[in-house]
Nanobody, 122 residues
């Protein structure tokens, strides 16, 4: 499956953005998906994930209550709605997918998109 992330940009603190991850090449409803981010000078970290049916979602503590992951399998797209953004949310955001099973670690994801930059100004 190929993944294309989009929706990044510059936003003021307290604002909102919605990222999209469009999948192609396979039946996306068979894939679990997740979002990760990498801030300047730091390693990549988990943000949120969703099972293939959309019935289960998981979040990093740092974004819980502010970010919402969702998916539309008819459109082969996963979304990350980001509200109440903070400067520390500034990062390149990556979407990832894995066939059938939701991985417990980053290494478990077999497919990655190219990343989209989110910059939050104070």
């Amino acid at each position: 499956v190929q993944l294309q992330a989009s929706g990044g940009g510059l936003v003021q603190a307290g604002g909102s953005l919605r990222l999209s991850c469009a999948a192609s090449g396979r039946t996306f409803s068979s894939y679990a998906a997740g979002w990760f981010r990498q801030a300047p000078g730091k390693g990549r970290e988990f943000v949120a994930s969703i099972v293939k049916t959309g019935g289960g979602t998981y979040y990093a503590d740092s974004v819980k209550g502010r970010f919402t992951i969702s998916r539309d399998n008819a459109k082969s797209t996963v979304y990350l709605q980001m509200d109440m953004l903070k400067p520390e949310d500034t990062a390149v955001y990556y979407c990832a997918a894995n066939y059938n099973v939701l991985p417990s670690t980053e290494r478990g994801y077999g497919y990655w998109g190219q990343g989209t930059l989110v910059t939050v100004s104070s």
